[in-house]
């Protein structure tokens, strides 16, 4: 954390911008504003901090929002199966085969990054106009109700 707060210290003192690259999405929940969310070398969602951890499109992404530990007691969500042979990619969205989401077409192409707004885009067929609508998972959205009060107590 000490070094993450020298980074912040840094950023703010020379008025720079850094590249922060990390497995832990809490330390992105806190310290970036601007976030790639990649899968398998392949960027499956882009947006701010607010886009991604108040309206996350990807089910990758909703999987590791769902995974933040909100308290000690707490049993841990995980994402099934395991991560591809990066040397040996899937046909289609590389996710697919983890993905209790995936529509048949995941299988047979790779979805293009889709534009929620002018600064948040997603790379899922989930949100073709022909797709099926969803529900969104109910652990995922127990935690997108924390981030939401959180962004709006910022907000005032």
């Not at 720079?16 to 970036?32: D, E, P, Y």
């Not at 048949?104 to 929620?116: F, G, Q, S, T, V």
Request: with cysteine.
């Amino acid at each position: 954390a000490s070094v993450l707060a020298l980074f912040e210290q840094i950023r703010q003192e020379y008025n720079i911008s850094i590249i922060l690259i990390s497995h832990n999405i809490s330390v992105v929940a806190k310290f970036c504003e601007y976030i790639y969310v990649m899968y398998a070398g392949k960027i499956v969602e882009r947006g701010t901090r607010k886009d991604i951890f108040t309206n996350p499109a990807h089910p990758y992404t909703w999987a590791l929002i769902s995974a933040i530990p909100e308290n000690d007691d707490e049993r841990l969500f995980s994402i099934q199966g395991t991560p591809p042979d990066m040397a040996n990619l899937p046909i289609g969205d590389p996710f697919a085969p983890r993905n209790d989401f995936a529509l048949e077409i995941d299988y047979e192409k790779e979805p293009p990054l889709i534009e929620i707004n002018s600064h948040h885009k997603a790379a899922t067929w989930l949100l073709h106009p022909d797709a099926p609508k969803i529900q969104r998972p109910k652990e995922l959205e127990h935690r997108l109700k924390s981030f939401r009060k959180v962004f709006k107590d910022d907000e005032e």
